[in-house]
């Protein structure tokens, strides 16, 4: 199995950033894609951002232009670097990992956005 550990959420003002990591451990050579979901209370879990083993990335039309997912292989570590962080930014955010047959999941990391 994956086990995938956040840090980085907290408080920050309007228009701050932050940084979130996600160091995997365990069966970390099954996996392919990488990734960061959101969900805030009362709303559905929504896409993030993702990236391939290949560095390939897709991210949702609300953060395209503010957040940047990367990974450091060796390090087994996915980042997702959150700049202009607006209100509607408040939720918390998932890690996620995928292998071919299984989707791995995060604690979870509380990120909230204030003016």
């Known amino acids: 199995q994956v086990q995938l550990v956040e840090s980085g959420g907290g408080l920050v003002q309007a228009g701050g950033s932050l940084r979130l990591s996600c160091a995997a451990s365990g069966s970390i050579f099954s996996i392919n894609n990488m990734g960061w979901y959101r969900q805030a209370p009362g709303k559905q879990r929504e896409l993030v951002a993702t990236?391939?083993?290949?560095?390939?990335?897709n991210y949702a039309n609300s953060v395209k232009r503010r957040f940047t997912i990367s990974r450091d292989n060796a390090k087994n570590t996915v980042y997702l670097q959150m700049n202009s962080l607006k209100f509607e930014d408040t939720a918390v955010y998932y890690c996620?990992?995928?292998?071919?047959?299984?989707?791995?999941w995060g604690q979870g990391t509380q990120v909230t956005v204030s003016s």
């Open positions: 990236i391939t083993s290949g560095g390939s990335t």
């Open positions: 996620n990992a995928g292998t071919y047959r299984l989707v791995y």
